[in-house]
């Protein structure tokens, strides 16, 4: 018998839903049983997100800085797990406080010691580099990732970008303006991410993972936009001095907080196309860097850079 544990957290239900799919298999194996642990937070956070708190939980969440949770229950505790599938969502570019909370967490170090796990996120479109935190996280805690699955909003980067913020600030996934494309990952995708279950499911029955993320890859289960990559990265920087500046100035956080959030808007709005045009001009210098990151990028190599941490 094989022991899988599923764990997640999700604020409209979009990660529980992709959960629930790839999970289907394993549900349905007799050889498996399946546990499953749903994050949660003393104070969690509200959804719909007011604007305050959106972009008040910015520093924090950038910073790594836990929360505490409420303890999983004792049953959940008590298992060795075969497999831990991970689902997480991203938040500015990290892994979501409720999930870095969990990751630096005790529970954590006890549930994921020397076990394989599988993460996946469902996020907008930008998760590489949280993914690079969440690699590293794993790593502290002694778990050993075998495959990886990023779910995303397929849609034009700017369009999401309005899509996504509607959906987050109104509790609901529809069409903005009435035209614009549903946000979030796609129903379609979510119904069909079941396939990734059947995918990992001989994986764990074979106890072997070798050729799994290879497995995934093939069938999908990571797009890599190289300048969505590229974007990630710089943000990253910037992120990191407005996250530093603000958590050092607590007397003035509600205006910092009014200023990052002007610098977001003309990152966005202004400084990524701009971007965008002169690296689509030099993407013919840049080409074979650019596919050395896609490999590493669909992998789940861990090129352990300080830069993550
Ligand atoms: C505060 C906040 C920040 C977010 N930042 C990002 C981000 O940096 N990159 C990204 O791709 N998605 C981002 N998202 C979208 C989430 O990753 C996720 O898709 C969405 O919150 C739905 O997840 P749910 O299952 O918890 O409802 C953000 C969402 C929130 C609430």
Redesign the pocket.
Known sequence: MKIVLVIY????????E?AQQISLPFIEEPNVKLFYYNIQIEQD?P?P?KSDE?FG??PE?FQQIPLEIIPPDQEILQQKYDLVLLFY??????P?LPINSFLKSSFAAQLLNNVPVVTI???????AM?QEKVKQLLDKNQAILVGNIAL??RNINLISVIT?VD??FSGEKRKTYGFLPLP??SDKEIQASSKFGHIILPYLLNNSYDGLQEDLVTHNAVEYRWFLVSMDKKANKMFRIWSKIILKNPKKRRFLLKLFKLYLFIAIWILSPIVHLVETILFPIRYFSIKKEKKYIQSVKNANKSLYQ
């Open positions: 957290y999700s604020q409209s239900g979009q990660l529980k992709i956070f959804f997100w959106f939980v910015f969440t969502q991203v938040w500015y570019l990290s979501s996120s469902g996020s907008r479109n930008m998760w949280a995303t909003d996504v959906w987050m979030g990952v």
